[in-house]
């Protein structure tokens, strides 16, 4: 059940072999490998959740309300291996709906998130794979997805990854890697009720094949230290013009001393994809600098070429470092004038976090790449939480699924703080994105929140409002506001059935308010949910 999903459609029921190929290497890894199978620490724990949400508004439309019960139930199962020499975590829910938005009907969605390293080789020879299987909106109607209200206007997304890799060490003189990597992006469009946004075309199934190779000094290179790069991820569409990423990069370092060093750094950009604002500058670029490094606590280094940068580290405690890079390219993706900075500062209680970066991918890629599963608070899931839905994911697009490729901005800014029995934390965020070639665009801004207040040690009172704001469209732009609140109570108890186990309980309640230039987009909704875990 966890590794092949099961779909009725009109050619009758066809199998969908999602992680076969993940299967059959940890068959194989389990029977040529027996002892190393049995010196893993496993954890394997099943878990079961059932809940009745009741929402005034199914359909998420104002023209055309709809009031009822949602009754889900869903089985899951987290595996998390670890060993001196490979690891592998496993988060699978099979999601069961009846009466999903107002259908009066069965719904089972599929969702997994995957992940494992496994050395072949002592600090050698690695393979690694990944998997995820989720339900994406296909239009700006909705920006979240939990598959419980809405007009179905939903994809499934399956990803699958696989990359062996091998670390040669030459001795004291250098150092390599080799990597190759095979990617499955498929799209169930079959259950949509809509295509994506008439401004971008409809995304599509895609292989991407990357390759990386790097080869740097090793020890015996102490005032001259050099590495050689190169890089390429090669993206072919089922529909839909192909994308190519393409970097040779080599550099060299001469070191006077510990505080004083120079550099020249080059290489060639060979990118393709479809654009309409000529925004690929191809060729070879270079660029020389220097650094200066007076202690530990900071440094500076500057670079001049046809590729040029400018990058300021501080590190003035065990508790605070950043570090910001200006650059201006003529030469390679994300070219002008950009920026990418970090500051993260941590004390006892509290933690501040600031991230800004920019980016050339697909959707296809940010749709491998992103988080499945959350825990109740927004991280990551782990062993000792429960598996949730990520359902407000602020780093897909807002315009929907399409072929387009991404250059984006983002910028988040993030606080966490700890008092007592209280536990908050807050976030703010800006994303920019232009789409090729559609030449379109959009401009996110969204903030959340969250109090946790632990009256009890297994007793929780949470208070999490949401609101983002979007303008899409480019030109003639459409501006939507959507926010969120939800107020609710959780309570676990530990119990004893020939093992322990602990059982969750919750009660929630949440209002939606969307706002939108287009009209069929506005809606409210009032839902009420009560919820009941547990976790073997």
Do not use: C
Not at 110 to 124: E, K
Not at 127 to 134: E, G, K, R
């Amino acid at each position: 059940m966890v590794m092949v999903s099961m779909v009725i459609d009109k050619d009758g029921i066809k199998l969908h072999k999602i992680t076969y190929k993940l299967f059959a290497i940890l068959l194989s890894f389990g029977f040529l490998f027996p002892e190393s199978a049995l010196a893993f620490d496993w954890r394997i724990r099943p878990n079961l959740s059932m809940s009745e949400v009741f929402s005034d508004n199914l359909a998420l439309s104002n023209n055309a309300k709809k009031s009822g019960f949602v009754s889900e139930v869903s089985p899951g199962i987290s595996m998390y291996g670890s060993s001196p020499w490979s690891n592998l975590n496993l988060n699978y829910r099979l999601q069961g709906l009846y009466n999903a938005g107002g259908s009066d009907a069965i719904d089972i969605n599929h969702q997994l998130q995957m992940s494992s390293l496994y050395q072949a080789l002592r600090n050698t020879l690695f393979l690694q794979t990944s998997s995820s299987i989720s339900q994406q909106n296909i239009s700006n109607t909705f920006i979240t997805t939990d598959n419980l209200t809405g007009n179905g206007s939903r994809v499934e997304s399956k990803n699958f990854n696989i990359s062996p890799y091998w670390t040669p060490h030459f001795g004291q003189y250098a150092n390599g890697l080799l990597k190759v990597g095979y990617q499955k992006s498929s799209f169930d469009n079959a259950n949509s009720n809509t295509t994506s946004s008439p401004l971008l075309s409809q995304i599509s199934d895609s292989e991407t094949f990357s390759r990386q190779a790097r080869l740097s000094s090793g020890s015996k290179f102490n005032t001259m230290r050099w590495n050689l790069n190169y890089s390429s991820q090669d993206q072919s569409r089922v529909s839909g013009s192909d994308v190519r990423f393409e970097h040779y990069t080599g550099d060299a370092r001469y070191y006077f001393n510990r505080k004083y060093n120079v550099f020249v750094h080059a290489g060639y950009e060979n990118n393709d994809f479809q654009t309409s604002s000529n925004s690929i500058n191809n060729g070879f670029f270079y660029t020389f600098g220097a650094q200066w490094n007076p202690s530990q606590f900071y440094s500076l280094e500057a670079g001049y070429g046809n590729n040029k940068h400018v990058t300021i580290r501080v590190n003035p405690s065990a508790n605070l470092s950043a570090f910001v890079t200006y650059q201006n390219k003529d030469i390679g993706l994300n070219t002008g004038n950009t920026w990418n900075a970090n500051l993260n500062y941590r004390v006892k209680q509290a933690a501040v976090n600031f991230t800004y970066s920019q980016d050339t991918t697909t959707v296809q890629q940010v749709l491998a790449d992103q988080q499945i599963f959350s825990d109740p608070t927004g991280g990551a899931v782990s062993g000792d939480t429960d598996q949730q839905l990520l359902v407000l994911n602020s780093n897909l697009p807002n315009l929907g699924l399409g072929n387009d490729v991404i250059i984006s901005k983002n910028a988040k800014l993030s606080f966490t703080f700890q008092t007592g029995k209280s536990f908050y934390n807050a976030s703010f965020y800006n994303t920019h994105r232009n789409y090729e070639p559609s030449l379109v665009q959009d401009d996110v801004y969204g903030a959340s929140a969250s109090w946790r207040w632990q009256f009890d040690p297994r007793l929780n009172f949470y208070l999490r409002p949401n609101w983002q704001s979007t303008d899409s469209g480019g030109a003639s732009s459409v501006n939507s506001k959507r926010y969120d609140v939800a107020l609710g109570v959780t309570r676990g108890v530990p119990i004893n059935l020939g093992r322990p186990l602990l059982m969750n309980t919750s009660l929630e309640l949440r209002h939606i308010n969307q706002q939108s230039d287009f009209s069929l987009n506005d809606y409210t909704e009032n839902r009420a949910t009560a919820n009941f875990a547990v976790r073997f």
